[in-house]
């Protein structure tokens, strides 16, 4: 990602229009990539808050049971919501990168532990914003419409049912499982991006080919999964908590201990291994194409009004 005062065709842009730019490329990519791996993101979650035993033949006999019992798009249940929480999400982790980077200087001193730390305070900061949305996605994402037909019933029925605290069930974990996965999925797609660079000789504020971003942003989700996913398993198990049987972070913990020992956390990660580096590498490359073409365009604009 180039920074912004480093490329000449932001000089004219204002701070206002980079970060406005940025929302906007975020909330496109964010969507954009969600809505692609949603029904395998779907099937992810029921098989996590469940005790049941994942293995691909069992999701895709969920997949195949959700279409002929439900009809095809009930394998996008809950997307709606997804939408609602992405799209600010996406533009705000996004836009927060750049910020975070900025302010920690991380361009000027190259310092590896400061581009894992922007990352990880990007990732903080916008799901921190939006948490109440995630879950309200994963309650529409593994319960029958009948229980929650829409996203304003879910949120009604949580606030009068369970009351607000309900809507940060699984913070906690949520949080401790952002930081390592935002940090190194960020990391890793700025460093690979940047030794790409560097050995093809391209110039840093150059885009890149979108298939190479494609392929860096899989990486980058493959690596950043696989570093959190044990509290991706315990957030779902307490978000979508309607019995109050996860109490606790360790109370989860113990359950998922049990059901399954070790192997309990990381049910489900075979599918991230496919959903995830999907995902991430849409959602990287759409952004920083996206992001670079509206700046060009919001340059082309200021031009004209100039002359």
Known sequence: MAPPGHDPLEKPLSNSQIVLTSLCAGAIAGALAKTTIAPLDRTKINFQISNKPYSTRKALKFLVQTYREQGFLALWRGNSATMVR????????FTAHEQWKKILKVDNNKSPRRLFLAGSLAGATSQTLTYPLDVARARMAVTHKNEYATLRQVFYKILHEEGIAAFYKGYVPTIAGVVPY??????????????????????????????????????????????????D??????????????KSIRATVKIIYKEGIIGGFYKGLSMNWIKGP?????????????????????????NRKFL
């Open 86 to 93: 992405i799209v600010p999400h996406a533009a705000i982790q």
């Open 278 to 302: 999907i995902a991430v590498g849409i959602s990287y490359s759409s952004y920083d194409n996206t992001r670079n073409l509206l700046r060009q365009l919001t340059v082309k604009c200021n």
């Open 233 to 246: 398993i315990v957030r779902r198990r307490m978000q979508t908590d309607t019995q109050g049987q996860y």
């Open 182 to 231: 935002a940090g190194v999925s960020f990391f890793t797609y700025d460093t690979l991006k940047l030794v790409y660079r560097d050995y093809t000789k391209l110039d840093r504020n150059a885009t890149l080919n979108p298939l190479i971003s494609l392929g860096f942003g899989a990486v980058a989700g493959m690596l950043g999964q696989c570093s959190s996913y044990p509290l």
